[in-house]
């Protein structure tokens, strides 16, 4: 697993202070975390530095745990600010129109950090955001997937100072809840949401896009621009490939068949060329392509109701039987051994969760009366 580390990529620091910040909901200080999770008290002074996706995976696991909250990152959300989302937040700010902001997150995103890829496109009629995930930690995916959509939607009602404002559809990949939890996702939603969903999302009226926001700033926009323009250059220049290769490999796993000719395509170099430079970083299309299928078929296998020949299609495998083959290979165990094993303890986490939650409730109802 020597590529962990730059298969997670980079994040912007400031992401790590939002959620050290809204860590204090649970009596958590920030210097507890850090020294907690091995990592420098002085990445909270620093405005613009970056840290490893790594180092901020394993800080908001253990901000997850220590929380005891089921529903972590949901809650969290509601801290959002515009600094959490680095040069991005501001320019959303002085933009002059809900759809200039919008346009800013899949272009820029790359400052807030490799957590995710954005994409924005028309559905039916309406407008799709939605948002595919980088982190496969168990623990983290499903917190860091429920507090980005919710942070969209509370973004969005402070900028466009709409506090009832509502999407007409929120689409979340992880297994439904119990019915109290999920009346909280409905409630801090406004809207309709469907679990077990093929991705992470919010479905729009495409008309919201012309709301105009509260100080619109043109020439500080044009500035702000110019300056996350040069940064993400800098980034891309500096960036692993390997993560650029995984991100676009994720993505056809999401839709498609992963291809290593589409791949390169979308990189803009030949196949020859993809292979060359990632052996020049210690890797090879093949070790990357290994890499994420064994993450993202535990990943399906815990946090999905994908049979096993679906999961075996998105993974690019010709056939169920191969599949099956080399994830016992890398477990030592078949995929239908690996998923009872798992649902079984998902369940009693479930089920613990659900006991806590009505106990707390219950003493609360007998100190009310």
């Known amino acids: 697993m020597k590529n962990n580390n730059n298969l997670l990529g980079s994040a912007s620091t400031a992401v790590m202070r939002q959620f050290l910040h809204a860590a204090r909901d649970y009596g958590i200080q920030p210097e ?7 990592l420098p008290s002085g990445v909270l002074d620093n405005q613009i530095s970056r840290t490893t996706g790594s180092d901020l995976q394993s800080l908001l696991r253990w901000l997850i745990e220590k929380s005891g909250d089921p529903l972590f990152g949901l809650h969290i959300a509601r801290h959002i600010q515009p600094g959490a989302y680095s040069l991005v937040g501001y320019m959303a700010m002085n933009s002059r129109t809900a759809r200039e902001a919008l346009m800013m997150v899949p272009r820029y995103e790359t400052l807030i950090g490799d957590m995710g890829i954005t994409k924005i496109e028309r559905r039916n009629g309406n407008m799709l955001m939605h948002w595919v995930c980088h982190y496969t930690d168990p623990i983290v995916r499903p917190q860091l ?28 990949e992880h297994a439904a809840p119990s019915d109290k939890m999920r009346a909280e996702y409905e409630e801090i939603f406004q809207a309709p949401v469907t679990f077990n969903a093929n ?38 220049s500096s960036n692993s490939l390997v993560v650029q290769a995984r991100s676009i490999l994720l993505s056809m796993m999401q839709s498609g068949l992963p291809r290593r000719d589409r791949v390169a395509e979308q990189l803009g170099m030949a196949e020859r060329t993809l292979q060359r430079r990632l052996g020049e970083v210690g890797t090879s299309y093949q070790q990357l392509l290994d890499s994420l299928r064994h993450e993202m078929s535990m990943e ?5 109701d994908l049979s ?32 009872r094993a798992h649902h079984g303890q998902a369940a009693a986490t479930a089920r613990s969760v659900s006991s806590d939650i009505e106990h707390t409730t219950e003493k609360e109802e007998q100190l009310d009366a």
């Open 32 to 38: 507890d975390a850090l020294e907690a999770c091995g």
């Open 145 to 172: 997937i429920d507090n980005v959509v919710a942070s969209w939607v509370y973004f969005a009602r402070w900028l466009t100072e709409m506090p009832e404002g509502r999407p007409l559809e929120v689409l979340i």
């Open 199 to 236: 991705m992470n999302g919010l479905v729009f009226c495409e008309s919201i896009l012309d709301i105009k926001l509260r100080q619109p700033d043109p020439a500080l926009l044009s500035a702000l621009e110019h300056h996350a323009a040069t940064l993400t250059s800098e980034l891309q």
């Open 300 to 304: 399906w296998l815990t946090h999905s």
């Open 308 to 339: 096993i020949s679906d999961i075996s299609d998105r993974l690019g495998f010709s056939e169920a039987r191969s599949f099956q083959r080399r994830f016992k290979a890398w477990t030592g165990i078949t995929p239908g051994e690996f998923r």
